[in-house]
């Protein structure tokens, strides 16, 4: 499967970012000789997600996922906290859909807001998945942006040729203010690509304008993917994609850090369940294989999964990819 005359490339400007203060900031402006002091809200992510919405719209047409009648929102254990979801589909798109944890209450209560938009295909394209998942405390800002490809680029290929090549520049736009995060298992750099932005930072308004700015190039990039791709008709290949996507499903759906957090705010059924059937919702569609089928060196010795994140036992500290997108390790 090709992608037609044209190159896959950033072919929109991102739109200017709004201003975004940290929580309990005070702004102060002089005019002449007068003083005005006045104080901002926290950060939202909500402008994320409606801004991927509104460029998706401008190109492709959306209707709500079957999801949305089930997953709109939640209520906390405390009664309180709300988690915000968005599902939506179009032709070519299985799942496009977005999870928030942001309000008040959770920003009294344990300071934080968590923010997971995903972008996932059809099986008859090969499209790489969208992933923004944003974690904010009231110290620090985690963030892992990326376009996952379905096939493993630890080896150049001809799928990194074909998706990420012409796209680098991205990454380079802001890999200084955003510097590689620390370690990542080896297990897990299997499911990143050279475009990988994983970083931690301190809140400021510049460091969220400019991560709003490179959420939207990232999927701007994403989106144009999807309308340029064309549809695989070779089964084999279907089948490929399908299982390929399925396996990215299944150890998202097992190790994904934030099941801890779900598990604390929701408890455990319900974590799973948000796992499962709405952030990962494909594992029970996709496929019957189990996440021991695909890794069966997490197989203990009483037949279930460890919950150790790694078993092989390496991590990379700096970024594994050199500035062309090759895999150096």
């Not at 309000?103 to 996932?120: I, P, R, S």
Request: aromatic content about 14%; overall charge neutral.
């Amino acid at each position: 499967m090709e992608l037609g005359s044209s190159s896959i490339g950033p072919s929109f400007k991102a739109a200017n970012p709004p201003v975004r203060i940290s929580k309990n900031t005070n702004l102060t402006l002089r005019r002449g000789s007068q003083r005005f002091s006045f104080r901002v809200s926290a950060v939202s992510y909500k402008e994320f997600a409606d801004s991927a919405l509104e460029e998706t719209r401008k190109r492709v047409v959306l209707e709500p996922s079957p999801l949305q009648e089930r997953y709109s929102s939640m209520t906390g254990l405390d009664g309180k906290t709300q988690l915000q979801m968005l599902a939506f589909k179009s032709p070519k798109i299985r799942l496009l859909r977005s999870m928030a944890i942001e309000n008040e209450t959770m920003q009294c209560l344990y300071d934080l807001q968590v923010f997971d938009f995903a972008g996932f295909m059809e099986p008859e394209y090969d499209t790489p998945i969208f992933c923004a998942n944003f974690f904010t405390s009231a110290n620090t800002n985690i963030v892992v942006l990326d376009l996952n490809p379905l096939q493993q680029l630890t080896d150049q290929t001809d799928y990194q040729d074909k998706y990420y090549k012409n796209i680098m520049s991205i990454y380079h736009k802001y890999d200084e203010m955003f510097p590689w995060g620390g370690k990542l298992t080896a297990e897990s750099i299997k499911f990143f690509s050279p475009l990988v932005m994983w970083t931690r930072f301190s809140s400021s308004q510049d460091k969220h304008n400019a991560l709003f700015s490179a959420f939207l190039e990232y999927y701007q990039a994403w989106l144009e993917m999807t309308i340029q791709v064309k549809e695989e008709i070779e089964p084999s290949q279907v089948r490929a994609n399908r299982e390929a996507q399925h396996k990215y499903l299944t150890w998202r759906a097992q190790k994904d850090p934030g099941h801890g957090l779900l598990r604390k705010l929701f408890g455990e059924e319900k974590a799973k369940e948000l796992l499962r059937d709405f952030l990962f919702n494909g594992v029970n569609e996709l496929g019957t294989k189990t996440f021991i089928d695909y890794f069966p060196e997490y197989q203990t010795e009483d037949g279930t999964v460890s919950d150790k994140r790694s078993i092989i036992g390496k991590s990379f500290e700096t970024r594994p990819w050199d500035s062309n997108g090759l895999f150096i390790g």
